[in-house]
């Protein structure tokens, strides 16, 4: 397994022995030793996949780093946040994923109809297995517990994802003043319920 | 770390870019700033008529009244802006004036004016208010001279005035007025605070983008006669031609 570890709160340092990660298009800062960079075209999807993604909107461009080494990824000074993942799947915008380990397996999942409203895409990725993620945030993420008997409202521009036993819904905060420009400027919320951890931003999405 | 609704911070920061409101009753935020929330929350605008009691009391800027919207119920509120930094500020019978769009939140207890000085608002009483800056935020006593963009606010203070350095004065008056606005150091121009009371500067130059300043403009052209308006007109042609 690729060794993740931040080098400080923006950057983070993956450690490779003849190993592959895959991370954000561009995202590489520095790096040492035998490592190749390549396009990754299919995102290790196959083509299915891939077709899937960009008929879904939900681009990503990737690429993949294979050798031995360090690389150091880094994406316009945001901070970095490694999830790890064990036997789980995260949900997670594709707009906030910087790294991910070779041996995850992608997907793309339809996110429901927040995608008309939100600009995000009407699909979300899915990383499955056991190894390590990494997020980026606009501000130190937080993370917030979700159960059943309390139950979480997040602003879609500042969500990043989520992962365990939780059900997403779209929540439209509407009144009739709504309609007449007086809107509050928080009319529609994501409701997750079930049990879990949410990860959001303190920003809300350039 | 992960949080809930018991382990959240009640009325204090989560990290340095967001903070966490408890929210009993009521509490004015501005627009679009609620990251997250738990518990039983509504956001109604504050131009939406439904609170009208409340704005009587502590909402004193129509200029601003659809900047703002009003929280109701109970629950833990996760305010964020843009990941800048936020600090909360207690005032006790005091008064603090504040960039307006940095005004992320306060409590009515508080009441919220315009300030004379566009694009900023002043709130006075007693209560807890939220703002955000761009890195942390410095407070420097007077006499002190601060560049605009820096400016968060002031404290218990008489309003600030505009300090020009002498060679931009000088050419200002002289026929090289052109020639010296060409070399201009970007720093010739300043706001002078003299008295008692604080100075709040962020440490950063990145104004935080806000709708005040043309909606400031725009309210005041309603006491402007109508040549004015013309000339007022003129003035704007001249400068959309020159961009």
Known sequence: MTAFRLENKRLLEVTLQNERVMARAGSMVAYDGQIKFDKSILGGEGLFGALKRRAGGEGMPLMSSSGTGRVYLAENAAEVVVIPLQQERIFIESSSLLAFDDGLRTNTVFAGLRGATSGQGLFTTTLEGYGQVAAISDGTAIQLEVSPHDPLFVDPDAFIGYKGDVRQEFVFDVNWKTFVGQSSGESYQLKFTGQGVVYIQPSERR | ?243
């Open chain 2, 1 to 243: 770390m992960i949080f809930n609704s018991q382990t959240l911070p009640a009325n204090d920061n989560v990290n340095s870019y967001a903070f966490c409101m408890d929210v009993r009753g009521e509490a004015f935020i501005q627009k679009g700033k609620m990251i997250a929330y738990y518990g039983a929350l509504r956001f109604e605008s504050v131009s939406a008529g439904a609170y009208d009691a409340l704005v009587r009391q502590s909402f004193n800027s129509p200029l601003y009244a659809n900047d703002f919207v009003v929280a109701t119920g109970q629950g833990k509120l996760i305010l964020g802006d843009r990941g800048n930094n936020i600090d909360s500020y207690d005032l006790e019978d005091g008064n603090l004036t504040v960039r307006s769009a940095n005004v992320l939140g306060f409590e009515p207890s508080l009441v919220c004016q315009e300030s004379t000085v566009p694009g900023y608002l002043t709130l006075l009483g007693t209560g807890k208010f939220l703002a955000s800056s761009n890195g942390p935020v410095h407070f420097i006593e007077p006499p002190v001279r601060v560049d605009e963009d820096a400016l968060l606010g002031w404290a218990d203070m008489p309003s600030p005035s505009y300090r020009y350095d002498y060679g931009y004065m000088r050419g200002m008056f002289g026929m090289a007025r052109s020639f010296v606005g060409g070399r201009s150091s970007g720093e010739e121009k300043q706001l002078d605070f003299t008295g008692q009371g604080a100075v709040l500067v962020q440490s950063s130059e990145m104004g935080l983008v806000g709708r005040s300043n043309l909606d400031d403009v725009i309210a005041r052209t309603s006491s402007l006669q109508q040549n004015e308006l013309h000339q007022l007109l003129s003035v704007i042609q001249q400068r959309l031609q020159n961009r």
